[in-house]
Protein backbone atom coordinates (compact mmCIF):
# COMPACT_ATOMS: atom_id res chain seq x y z
CA UNK A 1 0.00 0.00 0.00
CA UNK A 2 1.43 3.17 -1.18
CA UNK A 3 2.06 5.96 1.45
CA UNK A 4 -0.01 8.88 1.55
CA UNK A 5 1.17 12.08 0.21
CA UNK A 6 1.03 13.12 3.84
CA UNK A 7 3.34 10.42 5.20
CA UNK A 8 5.37 11.23 2.22
CA UNK A 9 6.32 14.91 3.55
CA UNK A 10 6.66 13.67 7.23
CA UNK A 11 9.54 11.45 6.00
CA UNK A 12 11.04 14.47 3.79
CA UNK A 13 10.43 17.03 6.39
CA UNK A 14 12.29 14.65 8.69
CA UNK A 15 15.34 13.56 6.38
CA UNK A 16 15.40 17.46 5.41
CA UNK A 17 16.76 18.31 9.62
CA UNK A 18 19.33 15.59 9.03
CA UNK A 19 22.99 16.81 10.60
CA UNK A 20 25.06 18.19 7.45
CA UNK A 21 28.48 16.02 8.55
CA UNK A 22 28.50 12.40 9.00
CA UNK A 23 26.12 9.44 8.18
CA UNK A 24 22.67 9.69 8.99
CA UNK A 25 21.27 7.21 11.51
CA UNK A 26 17.75 6.39 12.69
CA UNK A 27 19.49 8.01 16.57
CA UNK A 28 20.47 11.32 14.93
CA UNK A 29 17.24 11.60 12.96
CA UNK A 30 15.42 10.99 15.85
CA UNK A 31 17.87 14.06 17.99
CA UNK A 32 17.72 16.61 14.67
CA UNK A 33 13.92 16.51 15.38
CA UNK A 34 14.26 16.69 18.76
CA UNK A 35 16.16 19.59 18.56
CA UNK A 36 14.34 21.06 15.73
CA UNK A 37 10.77 21.21 18.44
CA UNK A 38 12.90 22.36 21.19
CA UNK A 39 11.59 19.26 23.24
CA UNK A 40 13.54 16.66 24.35
CA UNK A 41 13.21 12.73 22.87
CA UNK A 42 14.51 10.03 25.54
CA UNK A 43 15.20 6.59 23.80
CA UNK A 44 14.30 3.92 26.98
CA UNK A 45 15.08 0.50 26.29
CA UNK A 46 12.52 -1.74 28.56
CA UNK A 47 10.87 -4.71 29.63
CA UNK A 48 7.21 -4.26 27.90
CA UNK A 49 4.63 -6.84 27.93
CA UNK A 50 4.64 -9.35 25.84
CA UNK A 51 3.19 -8.52 22.05
CA UNK A 52 4.11 -4.74 22.52
CA UNK A 53 6.93 -3.08 20.28
CA UNK A 54 7.44 -0.09 21.65
CA UNK A 55 5.44 3.21 23.04
CA UNK A 56 5.47 7.15 23.12
CA UNK A 57 5.21 8.85 26.31
CA UNK A 58 4.49 12.25 26.65
CA UNK A 59 5.62 14.04 29.27
CA UNK A 60 4.90 17.85 30.38
CA UNK A 61 8.77 18.21 29.21
CA UNK A 62 9.54 15.57 27.13
CA UNK A 63 8.95 13.00 24.97
CA UNK A 64 9.83 9.33 26.02
CA UNK A 65 10.12 6.46 23.44
CA UNK A 66 9.83 2.90 24.97
CA UNK A 67 11.56 -0.34 22.60
CA UNK A 68 11.17 -3.61 23.89
CA UNK A 69 14.19 -4.76 24.71
CA UNK A 70 15.78 -7.70 22.45
CA UNK A 71 13.15 -6.97 20.09
CA UNK A 72 15.09 -7.36 16.82
CA UNK A 73 13.28 -5.48 14.54
CA UNK A 74 13.76 -2.14 16.84
CA UNK A 75 14.93 0.49 14.21
CA UNK A 76 11.36 -0.26 13.11
CA UNK A 77 9.79 0.60 16.07
CA UNK A 78 11.78 3.88 16.56
CA UNK A 79 10.57 4.94 13.35
CA UNK A 80 6.95 4.03 13.97
CA UNK A 81 6.90 5.71 17.42
CA UNK A 82 8.75 8.77 15.53
CA UNK A 83 6.02 8.50 12.80
CA UNK A 84 3.20 9.16 15.51
CA UNK A 85 5.03 11.74 16.96
CA UNK A 86 5.79 14.00 13.48
CA UNK A 87 1.94 12.95 12.16
CA UNK A 88 1.06 14.67 15.33
CA UNK A 89 -1.14 11.63 16.37
CA UNK A 90 -2.08 11.75 20.26
CA UNK A 91 1.06 10.62 22.34
CA UNK A 92 0.29 9.64 25.42
CA UNK A 93 -0.11 12.26 28.16
CA UNK A 94 1.25 9.85 31.23
CA UNK A 95 -0.54 12.75 33.83
CA UNK A 96 -3.55 12.61 32.01
CA UNK A 97 -4.57 9.56 31.54
CA UNK A 98 -3.57 8.69 35.87
CA UNK A 99 -5.75 12.01 36.33
CA UNK A 100 -8.49 11.22 34.20
CA UNK A 101 -9.50 7.38 34.06
CA UNK A 102 -8.32 6.18 37.41
CA UNK A 103 -9.20 7.67 40.52
CA UNK A 104 -6.27 5.97 42.10
CA UNK A 105 -3.99 4.62 39.93
CA UNK A 106 -1.19 2.00 40.25
CA UNK A 107 1.77 2.16 38.33
CA UNK A 108 1.27 -1.27 37.29
CA UNK A 109 -2.40 -0.26 36.23
CA UNK A 110 -1.52 2.93 34.50
CA UNK A 111 0.78 0.74 32.09
CA UNK A 112 -1.77 -1.54 31.23
CA UNK A 113 -3.91 1.05 30.03
CA UNK A 114 -1.39 2.75 28.12
CA UNK A 115 -0.33 -0.42 26.59
CA UNK A 116 -3.57 -0.53 25.25
CA UNK A 117 -3.25 2.25 23.03
CA UNK A 118 0.12 0.28 21.52
CA UNK A 119 1.69 -2.76 20.16
CA UNK A 120 3.09 -3.51 17.39
CA UNK A 121 0.12 -2.99 15.23
CA UNK A 122 -3.21 -1.23 16.67
CA UNK A 123 -6.39 -2.40 15.45
CA UNK A 124 -6.91 -3.49 11.65
CA UNK A 125 -8.38 0.17 10.12
CA UNK A 126 -6.85 2.17 12.72
CA UNK A 127 -5.72 5.09 10.29
CA UNK A 128 -3.08 6.65 12.93
CA UNK A 129 -1.12 3.05 13.59
CA UNK A 130 -1.24 2.65 9.21
CA UNK A 131 0.05 5.97 9.34
CA UNK A 132 2.98 5.37 11.39
CA UNK A 133 3.62 2.09 9.66
CA UNK A 134 3.61 3.90 6.26
CA UNK A 135 5.88 6.49 7.99
CA UNK A 136 8.38 4.07 9.43
CA UNK A 137 9.04 1.83 6.32
CA UNK A 138 9.34 4.39 4.13
CA UNK A 139 11.64 6.52 6.46
CA UNK A 140 13.93 3.23 6.81
CA UNK A 141 13.92 2.56 3.03
CA UNK A 142 15.14 6.68 2.23
CA UNK A 143 17.83 6.08 5.39
CA UNK A 144 18.87 3.23 3.66
CA UNK A 145 19.63 4.69 0.24
CA UNK A 146 21.72 7.18 1.61
CA UNK A 147 24.56 7.57 0.73
CA UNK A 148 26.44 6.70 3.94
CA UNK A 149 29.54 9.00 3.22
CA UNK A 150 28.42 12.61 2.43
CA UNK A 151 30.87 13.21 0.40
CA UNK A 152 30.09 10.63 -1.48
CA UNK A 153 27.01 12.54 -2.59
CA UNK A 154 28.93 15.68 -3.92
CA UNK A 155 31.48 13.35 -6.18
CA UNK A 156 28.39 11.57 -7.29
CA UNK A 157 27.33 15.39 -8.71
CA UNK A 158 30.57 16.45 -9.70
CA UNK A 159 30.65 13.35 -11.62
CA UNK A 160 27.49 14.25 -13.21
CA UNK A 161 28.58 17.56 -13.97
CA UNK A 162 31.89 17.38 -15.39
CA UNK A 163 31.93 13.59 -16.77
ZN1 LIG B 1 1.64 2.73 16.82
Known amino acids: MPASRRVTRAVSAVLDLA ?3 GEVSLTSLIQAVSEDRGRPIEL ?4 LPPGVCGQWRQYADRDVF ?3 RGLPAG ?3 LAHELGHLVLGHDGIPVAEAARERVEVA ?3 LIGYMLNQRTGCMGPAGEDAEQEAEDFAALLLYRLG ?3 SDRSSIIQVRLGEAFG
Do not use: C, G, Y
Open 66 to 68: LIQ
Open 75 to 77: DRT
Open 19 to 21: PHH
Open 106 to 108: SSD
Open 145 to 147: RLP
Open 44 to 47: KMAE
